[in-house]
């Protein structure tokens, strides 16, 4: 009877474990959003629109609620932007005006013109020059620049197809990422998919798409954060940097670019693969396909991932890690310190701790 007792206790405790995971898999929403709205600090305004933008982008993307994916999410857009849906950056005016300067120069264009295009009124009745010098926040600058383009025949020659502004919302993802990925978008597009990346729900939801719409077997979410920075499967392709490195004897730069795209040109790393010739026993054009396969997931289960691991695990008598922070010092002319995405995984990383113990 005893030993009945305790089988039926068993059944009963795995009924229930099994019971809830299924919940955690498929949370109701209402239970997501209270849970953002115990994590998001207290100071923010409008916590329950963020809570609802939040958990509107996770089920749309079907990713898991999960308490660490909530706190990523949470930490990502409190480093970029404390939570501010269209930050101001300090000295964006002179900053713009630099680069339009900058730009100019590049197309041969004199200074006395640039000045000229930038006096005349713009279609709010101010100069363009005008708006720059009081311009705060990116999406201004956007703005900016997209009448600029359409009213001023210079401006469509300096900036044809181009702006700027490359990252934007809360979380400050990459319109060119938003773009590509826009097929499921679950709102209606007011004007473009670089208008919505300005918004709150369109910031968000394509930043929590850049986080963690993809696969990564990471063993701390330290490196999914340097691959926001950095681009996905950094920090995987930059620990096959460092063992490629390590075995063939050349100094790589760990920044997890495997390949020069858009060109045939060999990269540093790509001559490296290929210095270690037969011991790899791999062609040059299998060496190519498998470094093309960089920017996924299937590049950890190819040959060339696999040998060039089991040969340098092999020299250095030891395991080697699977994920490194990438060794990138961060370019933008909106940064004016020595900064990395080793600082800024830290820094992420740091706050997502903090809203994992809150």
Not at 32 to 40: H, K, S, T, Y
Not at 307 to 330: D, H
Request: proline share 5%; hydrophobic share 45%.
């Amino acid at each position: 009877m005893t030993r009945l007792l305790a089988l039926l206790a068993l059944f009963v405790m795995l009924a229930g474990c099994a019971g809830q995971g299924s919940r955690n898999e498929a949370r109701d929403p209402r239970q997501v959003r209270a849970e953002l709205l115990r994590l998001i600090p207290a100071s923010v305004v409008d916590r329950q629109g963020w809570a609802d933008d939040i958990q509107a982008a996770f089920s749309a993307q079907s990713l898991a609620p999960t308490r660490e994916n909530l706190c990523a999410t949470l930490a990502v857009t409190e480093q970029e932007s404390t939570y501010q849906v269209d930050p101001a950056v300090p000295g964006l005016g002179k900053i713009a005006r630099k680069e339009i300067d900058r730009r100019a120069a590049a197309v041969h264009v004199p200074g006395f013109l640039v000045d000229a295009a930038l006096g005349l009124k713009s279609p709010t009745g101010k100069s363009y020059a005008e708006r720059l010098a009081a311009v705060r926040t990116e999406k201004q600058l956007s703005a900016i620049f997209d009448d600029f383009i359409g009213m001023v025949p210079l401006g469509a020659r300096l900036f044809a197809g181009f702006n700027p502004v490359h990252t934007a919302g809360p979380m400050q993802v990459s319109i060119e990422f938003a773009a590509a990925h826009a097929q499921d978008y679950p709102y209606p597009v007011e004007g473009s998919i670089r208008h919505e990346v300005f918004t709150r729900r369109g910031g968000m939801y394509f930043g929590i798409a850049h986080l963690l719409g993809y696969p990564a077997d990471y063993p701390r979410p330290l490196y999914r954060f340097a691959d926001f920075n950095a681009g996905w499967y950094a920090s995987r392709n930059a620990a096959f940097q460092a063992a490629l490195s390590r075995l063939s004897g050349v100094k790589l730069a760990l920044d997890g670019d495997l390949v020069i795209h858009g060109s045939n040109a060999l990269g540093q790393t790509e001559k490296a693969v290929r210095s270690l010739g037969g011991r790899l026993g791999m062609s040059e054009s299998a060496i190519r396909r498998d470094l093309l396969k960089g920017d996924g997931a299937a590049f950890a289960d190819s040959d060339l991932y696999e040998q060039v691991f089991a040969l340098a695990e092999r020299q250095a008598g030891k395991s080697l890690p699977r994920a490194i922070l990438p060794g990138i010092t961060l370019q933008s002319p909106k940064i004016t310190r020595n900064l990395t995405t080793a600082w800024f995984a830290q820094r992420v990383d740091e706050r997502w701790k903090r809203c994992m113990a809150r």
